[in-house]
């Protein structure tokens, strides 16, 4: 019986000590990778809303991981730009064991809304699109971490 390439990955990454946890952490390092760049493309590249709304890039940079529980939507836009910065979210990542769940959510209180739709302006459903990624993002880093260790 020939197994799917899933089975293939999951039987690989079983035999290898240390390969199911090295996938974990780079798929979900390369999940925040794409939401960053999904919202990016979806928001920051796009024209100018039409009620002027000022882009400051505090969505980008709410952007939170957590082992607890669902980051909330309750951070005001402070008005003024604020820089991306992944580095605490990537260190929960690399923090996390095999099993852990992590959340991963944006506190900005406006990102719901962004995501969604409102006051008659598109939805930019980018953390949708990023997760429907998930299978894919997981065959890609396994098939990575296989070649890096060159099985």
Known sequence: MTLSFEAQVAD???????????????????????????????????PP??????????????LVASQTAMPLLTRDNPGVPVPADLGDVMLVISGSDLGETIYLGYT????GYVHYSANGEAGRPWVTMAGQRWPMIVDQVAARVRARLGL
């Open 12 to 46: 690989w990454a079983q035999s290898v000590e240390g390969a199911l946890e090295v996938v974990f952490r780079e798929s979900v390092q390369e999940l925040v990778e794409q939401m960053d760049l999904l919202l990016v493309q979806t928001v920051y590249d796009a």
């Open 49 to 62: 809303a039409p009620s002027g709304y000022k882009r400051t890039g505090f969505l980008r940079a709410s």
């Open 108 to 111: 900005a209180n406006y990102a």
